[in-house]
């Protein structure tokens, strides 16, 4: 990674689609970055559009030709963000697609760019993404909600054997859903007793109902299923409450760094967190990323970021492999490809076209026992929980 290019992508403006230009040239390599850039998922966008505008200015020439890249607000909206992919791929000739935040609409554009015969990586985390409605075209770099909750519940279940009644609050949408189908799944397994449910809207911003319900119902163990702003809301509040001193708060996947740093260590500390990725695991990817935020922003990367980043880069890799901008060439180069990532050695699954990595348990420590302004927990655990590709109900045409 080049230093200088990192510097001058740190201080330069964000790019947003400006689709009198023509996306698909013949002197460029285009990606296009369609994510939520207004709404409550607008924090998340704003990080994406970094991490892919990162890898492209790193990139620089491919094949001799220029990488350029331009962002979409898909605004959250499943309707919006097939439009907007139908507009770059039918009137500007654009096939690579990198983003998503959302499962609701990183499902509805897997269907979109599959059928123009696109490449499409997302870090969604619905199962159906790499599962009942995989295609050809879709990558997904997340690990999908089954690993969350046996990475994260399993392992809390086996840490507390005595903490036997959970309750749950779940957003009502894809993801959450996912993860709560498995989350009950580890309770019948360890014979937890579920005392309640809360689901919410994507709306959602008071949760002050959600957690006297969960009080009353007197768990040892109050699991979060929402994610970045409202999963900040909801802790908040629990911690608001008292909540911590009388039960274990977990939350199944946190957006890392940048929702630690809204947080503040006082609501942190002692919370257990999972996490896709973290700036403080020591591999190769990891130690150069890191170092080089830190010379550039003064401040350590945070998981969309990167996560966003190494999904270009793999998209932009696999063209180099190719040696092509054929689709039909770069998702050949994809599969089963394995590459140096955050979590380590990552490969991308050919069965399902699902990346196999690391997954992480972290837990908040207080401000005293920080190391520096980054340093808000510590990892507990980590590991692979993937379920074979014949149980994910991919069928690739």
């Given at each position: 990674m080049d230093r200088r290019n990192f510097l001058r992508l740190s201080a330069a403006a964000p790019l947003t689609a400006a689709f009198g230009t023509v996306l698909a040239q013949s002197d460029t390599i285009e990606l296009v970055c369609p994510v939520p850039l207004s709404g409550p998922f607008a924090a998340n966008g704003k990080f994406s559009e970094m991490g892919v505008r990162l890898a492209v200015e790193n990139y620089g020439k491919l094949l001799g030709k220029r990488v350029t890249y331009t962002t979409m607000d898909t605004e959250g909206k499943p309707a919006t963000a097939v439009r907007k992919v139908q507009e770059a791929a039918q009137q500007k000739g654009a096939r690579f697609f990198v983003g998503g935040i959302l499962s609701s609409e990183a499902l509805a554009m897997s269907k979109e760019v599959d059928k123009v015969r696109g490449v499409y990586m997302t870090i969604a985390g619905a199962d159906e993404i790499t599962g009942s409605d995989c295609n050809r075209s879709t990558f997904r770099w997340s690990v999908p909600t089954y690993g969350i909750?046996?990475?994260?519940?399993?392992?809390?279940?086996?840490?507390?054997?005595?903490?036997?009644?959970?309750?749950?609050?779940?957003?009502?949408?894809?993801?959450?859903?996912?993860?709560?189908?498995?989350?009950?799944?580890?309770?019948?397994?360890?014979?937890?007793?579920?005392?309640?449910?809360?689901?919410?809207?994507?709306?959602?911003?008071?949760?002050?109902?959600?957690?006297?319900?969960?009080?009353?119902?007197?768990?040892?163990?109050?699991?979060?299923?929402?994610?970045?702003?409202?999963?900040?809301?909801?802790?908040?509040?629990?911690?608001?409450?008292?909540?911590?001193?009388?039960?274990?708060?977990?939350?199944?996947?946190?957006?890392?760094?940048?929702?630690?740093?809204?947080?503040?260590?006082?609501?942190?500390?002692?919370?257990?967190?999972?996490?896709?990725?973290?700036?403080?695991?020591?591999?190769?990817?990891?130690?150069?990323?890191?170092?080089?935020?830190?010379?550039?922003?003064?401040?350590?990367?945070?998981?969309?970021?990167?996560?966003?980043?190494?999904?270009?880069?793999?998209?932009?890799?696999?063209i180099k492999k190719a040696n092509s901008t054929d689709p039909r060439a770069v998702i050949a180069a994809m599969e089963g490809m394995q590459y140096e990532g955050p979590t380590g050695i990552e490969e991308i699954r050919r069965g399902d076209h699902q990346v196999i990595k690391d997954f992480y348990l972290l837990k908040g420590k207080p401000k005293a026992a920080m190391k520096n302004k980054s340093d808000f927990g510590d990892i507990v655990s980590s590991g692979k929980s993937f379920l074979p590709v014949e149980k994910t109900f991919c069928k690739m045409a």
């Open positions: 909750i046996d990475q994260t519940v399993r392992q809390l279940a086996e840490k507390f054997p005595n903490a036997k009644r959970w309750y749950t609050i779940t957003p009502q949408y894809v993801f959450g859903e996912g993860l709560l189908h498995w989350s009950k799944e580890v309770f019948k397994a360890k014979g937890i007793e579920h005392v309640g449910n809360s689901s919410h809207s994507l709306a959602e911003k008071e949760f002050s109902g959600y957690l006297t319900n969960a009080m009353a119902a007197k768990p040892d163990v109050l699991l979060l299923l929402n994610f970045a702003s409202q999963s900040s809301d909801t802790l908040r509040q629990a911690v608001s409450f008292g909540i911590k001193k009388n039960m274990i708060i977990v939350v199944a996947q946190s957006a890392g760094l940048e929702q630690f740093e809204s947080l503040g260590p006082d609501i942190c500390d002692g919370v257990y967190f999972g996490l896709q990725n973290w700036h403080g695991v020591d591999t190769p990817f990891n130690r150069e990323f890191v170092r080089l935020a830190n010379v550039a922003t003064k401040s350590d990367t945070n998981f969309t970021v990167t996560s966003t980043y190494t999904c270009a880069k793999a998209v932009l890799d696999a």
